[in-house]
Antibody
């Protein structure tokens, strides 16, 4: 059974940093691209970042470029999101999502983890 | 403002059919057969319902179907059931340099 479980969320102040983790199991982790997608309270889904197999290609939304860093550890079957210089508008539930194929759809999602940025 | 345009809400009675539209541009929906649809119940993670415009993942009811015409994709749910009440989001592959995938703003489906 495919499972993705996020951790590392919480309450931080503006300007602080936080690292999210996503522990994966039930599939051959190294062969899939992985993404972070977020959802602000009461709002829609917003793509944040993507990392391909072997970390060959990495993409970021303009809103987080230069502040967030995505990475993966295939040996630990884990995905990470290092978030620096956090802002209030980064407050959201962050989902780890697996790409099911080259057409960029997400076939499995984690339950999500809440990040709150507030003074 | 979301990159893909969806109606904010739709409603239907049990047993009826409804259709949710998702309008993009020739840089995304119109140029690729890579539209996906997600169902999200309150407090839950999104669930993939349709991918590549009209393909259903294993385990998704055949009451859910997808289509596309030009820059607009559609999700149709037939034989509405109470458990279909949820938010629905479309998504598309894009060749925009500032994004990787685009999402619609979401449509709240109410089963009357």
């Amino acid at each position: 059974e495919v499972q993705l479980v996020e951790s590392g969320g919480g309450l931080v102040k503006p300007g602080e940093s936080l690292t999210l983790s996503c522990a994966a199991s039930g599939f051959t982790f190294s062969t899939y691209a992985l993404n972070w997608v977020r959802q602000a309270p009461g709002k829609g889904l917003q793509w944040v970042s993507s990392i391909s197999r072997y970390s060959s290609y990495i993409y970021y939304a303009d809103s987080v470029k230069g502040r967030f860093t995505i990475s993966r550890d295939d040996a630990r079957t884990s995905l990470y999101l290092q978030m620096n210089n956090l802002r209030a508008d980064d407050t959201a539930i962050y989902y780890c999502a697996r790409e099911g194929g080259g057409s960029r759809f997400y076939d499995y999602w984690g339950p999500g983890i809440l990040v709150t940025v507030s003074s | 403002q979301s990159a893909l345009t969806q109606p904010a809400s739709v409603s239907g009675s049990p047993g009826q059919s409804i259709t949710i539209s998702c309008t993009g541009t020739s840089s995304d929906v119109g140029d690729y057969n890579y539209v996906s649809w997600y169902q999200q119940h309150p407090g839950k993670a999104p669930k993939l319902m349709i991918y590549d415009v009209n393909k259903r993942p294993s385990g998704v009811s055949n009451r859910f179907s997808g289509s596309k015409s030009g820059n607009t994709a559609s999700l149709t749910i037939s034989g509405l059931q109470a458990e279909d009440e949820a938010d629905y989001y479309c998504s598309s592959y894009t060749r925009r340099s500032d994004s990787y995938v685009l999402f619609g703003g979401g449509t709240m489906l109410t089963v009357l």
